[in-house]
């Protein structure tokens, strides 16, 4: 395996750490960048971050933006796009599962899985192992605090809505304690 030595960090690593810059056609070679693949993506991320040329990339976005679309709307690009995503998620398939929980519940699976594990698996208030949401709902429900957003626990339907419905308040949950404790 051929070597070569990063002009950054001085180190010498093998031709597959660097990323290539073109190949020279007549003489049949490859070229590859003075910088190792770690050395480069570094570089290039502190170029981007500078004030100067972070203001010139906004510049550029703008012009461009519009030509962006109307590139993205031809059926080749789209039908290439939707091929790419298609493998992206045969590759990772726990990336795009991790994006979504992301997405719809502001936690990551593992982060669901490890409350879980902490309920026993149970709902958090009455202690079913059922959703109780119906066919369609195949897990326990994220509970968040309406007032700070932070995750409370994992709830059945019934109990995450029953909170909703009591609006998430103590007062009003004791005084329904009390109303059925009369009879
Ligand atoms: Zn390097
Ligand atoms: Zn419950």
Redesign the pocket.
């Known amino acids: 395996m051929e070597k070569k030595i ?6 010498e ?1 093998s031709l597959t ?1 660097f990323n290539l810059h073109h190949v020279h056609v007549k003489e049949g070679v490859s070229k590859y960048r003075g ?6 993506s570094k570089w290039k991320h502190d170029f981007y971050q500078r004030p100067e040329n972070k203001e010139k990339r906004k510049v550029y976005n703008l012009r461009h933006a519009k030509k962006r679309k109307t590139w993205k709307q031809k059926p080749k690009v789209k039908a290439k796009a939707r091929e790419y995503a298609k493998e992206y998620a045969r590759k990772y398939p726990e990336r795009i599962q991790n994006s979504y929980w992301k997405r719809r519940f502001g936690i990551t699976l593992h982060d669901y899985q490890e409350l879980l594990k902490k309920q026993n698996f149970r709902c958090a208030i009455c202690g079913s192992e059922k959703p109780n949401g119906g066919p369609r709902m195949k897990k326990l429900a994220v509970d968040h605090s309406k007032k700070s957003g932070e995750i409370r626990g994992l709830l059945c339907f019934n109990c995450n809505v029953g909170l909703g419905a009591f609006k998430d308040s103590r007062d009003i949950l004791q005084k329904a304690v009390d109303y059925l404790g009369r009879y």
Request: negative net charge; aromatic residues 0%.
């Open positions: 990063c002009s950054e960090c001085k180190e690593k750490e910088l190792c693949k770690s050395c480069e």
